[in-house]
């Protein structure tokens, strides 16, 4: 489960490090042509402004349809890991100075929850790229099907799901056992 997690991090790493060049190229194309189209570049550039608009200098077109899907997938991606090793955000200012015992029936209803939304989440996803399989809905610039989206993002949410149901069972053990089989924020490697 652990090389599940971290496998799907580096993935979703790797998917948001192309979004951002992505974004960051789009936004270098957007400002480019906007100087272009300025006098001052008519004036120094003379004929060469028209050559270089011509060559499709300016935003990448549909950008924000790819950021878009490219972001819904990386969220899931990064949920198993977040799971796996605790690292999601807490408030322990109260808990912190209650038992062990205490805090881990705590834990073990926060991973059951958390394996109870998530399954949600991915059964809501499924049923939504089955809509939009249907009704071939499309992006408005690229015409990709939004299914796709739908699809991966669906793929990441059922590996988190898994991966949260894993952790569960963990929390559970853990309290009926009275013992830590995972340390919370050190994975499963310990």
């Not at 960051?24 to 042509?33: D, E, P, Q």
């Not at 090793?85 to 015992?101: E, K």
């Not at 939504?128 to 990709?144: A, C, I, P, R, V």
């Not at 340390?183 to 499963?188: C, I, K, P, R």
Request: proline share 2%; charged share 10%; hydrophobic share 55%.
């Amino acid at each position: 489960m652990n090389n599940l997690a971290r496998g799907m991090a580096m993935l979703g790493g790797a998917v948001l490090t192309f979004l951002i060049i992505l974004t960051c190229l789009s936004v270098l194309g957007r400002a480019v042509n906007t100087f272009l189209h300025s006098d001052v570049a008519n004036a120094v550039l003379g004929g060469l402004t028209k050559t270089l608009l011509d060559t499709g200098v300016g935003p990448i077109t549909g950008d924000f349809e790819l950021v878009e899907a490219g972001i819904a997938f990386a969220i899931f991606a990064f949920i198993p890991f977040c799971q796996i090793t605790a690292g999601h955000a807490s408030v322990d200012i109260f808990t912190s100075s209650l038992p062990l015992r205490v805090n881990r029936f705590i834990s073990m209803v926060a991973e059951i929850l958390f394996a109870m939304a998530l399954i949600l989440i991915a059964w809501r996803l499924y049923d939504g790229m089955l809509s939009k399989m249907k009704y071939n809905e499309t992006t408005f610039l690229l015409q990709f099907p939004i299914w796709w989206a739908y699809g991966v993002s669906f793929i990441a949410s059922v590996v988190s799901a898994v991966v949260s149901v894993y952790m569960a069972v963990v929390r559970i053990a853990e309290f009926f056992r009275n013992t830590t089989i995972i340390h919370a924020g050190s994975g499963a490697d310990h």
